[in-house]
């Protein structure tokens, strides 16, 4: 099992910055991706951004490239999500994933509010 906590979601203003952490633990060995999603009010969960654990390959959601950034600190299973130039429409609870073995497993989310 894999356990992951979210942290530093809250309020910003447009234009504003973030920064969501993400603690893996349990059997943290063997995951090989880990990333970030949202889902607003009636949407779907979408992707946001990923990262492979060994390589650092990163992928991001069109909607938010050049303004997020993914990074991992492998040593303390964790990984960050640095979000600037925030716009309303970023509103979301934000869930973390892992991927081991095949298997996905979820954070409970937390919840990020852009608005003036």
């Known amino acids: 099992q894999v356990q992951l906590v979210e942290s530093g979601g809250g309020l910003a203003q447009p234009g504003g910055s973030l920064s969501l952490t993400c603690a893996a633990s349990g059997s943290i060995f063997s995951i090989n991706r880990m990333g970030w999603y949202r889902q607003a009010p009636g949407k779907q969960r979408e992707l946001v951004a990923e990262i492979i654990i060994s390589g650092g390959n990163t992928n991001y959601a069109d909607s938010v490239k050049g303004r997020f950034t993914i990074s991992r600190d492998n040593a303390k299973s964790t990984v960050y999500l640095q979000m600037n130039s925030l716009k309303p429409e970023d509103t979301a609870v934000y869930y973390c994933?892992?991927?081991?073995?095949?298997?996905?497993?979820w954070g409970q989310g937390t919840q990020v509010t852009v608005s003036s």
């Open positions: 994933k892992a991927i081991r073995v095949g298997y996905a497993y």
